[in-house]
């Protein structure tokens, strides 16, 4: 894994945008505290800003110092080097999270806010269609980004408008035929845009079935998944013609283990931290899974995790 020199950067004009905008800091970070595989190493500055002007401000700033900048939302579908993140992580998650009914079925809420919260608020409204996403652990804005789904339903399916800050800080929309959304991709995986809204269109249903359908999809990966230990979700992408887990497991990988990182035994799709694994440990299990099912049958997988180095 490549190894990252941490600069001396000056950030006091980061923290000074910060300070005035009421923006939660951290410094000295360990990025095992704002990823879900809780592993990674030191970042110098962590920024969750309170409003869309903080961030473009923050950005702004970046941008003006040669500061590399690195977007986090939940931090659930990353890996950050054991060496740190270099420059400011923006974490998203911890501000930018109101939510609001633009009319009786539209959502607007921003992009830090997390999934299941969205979830709960379309319940309390009577706003059937996010069901499926009902335990994802992510952000809004992570969704988003990916196209997260699950269940039969993904969020291209919901999603009619999203708000941006593009690349030089100034604040931007794309509308849902310019989101490009695909399997686990969108337009934000290649523009570098940082996505702040999302205006979402639900449809009136009935709150006790939105409700069961809810609790039945939780008890469903609850049954499937090792939801008890640290990990990205599902660690691979689904390839054309195949499920990930099923490939992994038909490898006989289940239980396979590199340092404290471990291919589940409860559902082979997904790469857990079981005994205070590094990220070095999750990485190398990673390339070992498909280097393995790649001789074996032929199939090249893809991660769904997003490696930060």
Do not use: W
């Amino acid at each position: 894994m490549m190894v990252i020199n941490i600069t001396n950067q000056d950030y006091s004009n980061i923290k000074a945008i910060a300070n005035k905008h009421n923006c939660t800091i951290t410094e000295n970070a360990s990025m095992k505290d704002f990823t879900t595989f809780k592993t990674g190493g030191i970042c110098p500055l962590v920024v969750s800003p309170s409003s869309t002007e903080a961030l473009s401000e923050i950005i702004t700033e970046c941008l003006n110092s040669s500061i590399p900048y690195t977007v986090l939302g939940n931090g659930s579908n990353v890996l950050v080097s054991d060496d740190g993140i270099d420059g400011v992580v923006i974490h998203i998650a911890d501000g930018l999270n109101n939510i609001s009914l633009i009319n009786e079925t539209t959502i607007f809420c921003e992009a830090g806010l997390k999934l299941g919260a969205l979830c709960n608020f379309a319940l309390d409204n009577s706003l059937g269609g996010l069901e499926f996403a009902f335990g994802i652990p992510g952000s809004v804005g992570g969704a988003i980004f990916m196209n997260a789904g699950a269940y039969g339903g993904e969020m291209k399916d919901v999603v009619t408008k999203v708000y941006h800050i593009d690349k030089n800080g100034a604040p931007g929309v794309l509308t849902a035929e310019e989101l490009k959304f695909g399997y686990r991709t969108s337009a934000y995986e290649n523009n570098g845009f940082i996505v702040t809204g999302v205006e979402l269109e639900l449809k009136k249903a009935d709150k006790t079935q939105i409700k069961e359908t809810m609790n039945e999809l939780l008890n469903r990966r609850k049954d499937k998944q090792p939801l008890e230990f640290p990990s990205a979700g599902s660690t691979f992408k689904r390839p054309e013609g195949h499920f990930a887990g099923a490939l992994i497991e038909q490898c006989g990988l289940k239980g396979k283990q590199i340092g404290g990182a471990r291919v589940s035994e409860k559902h082979a799709g997904f790469i857990i931290n079981a005994d205070n694994a590094t990220t070095d440990d999750i990485f190398k299990l990673i390339e070992f899974v498909k280097e393995t099912v790649k001789k074996e049958t032929g199939v090249t997988l893809s991660p769904e995790v997003r490696i930060l180095r």
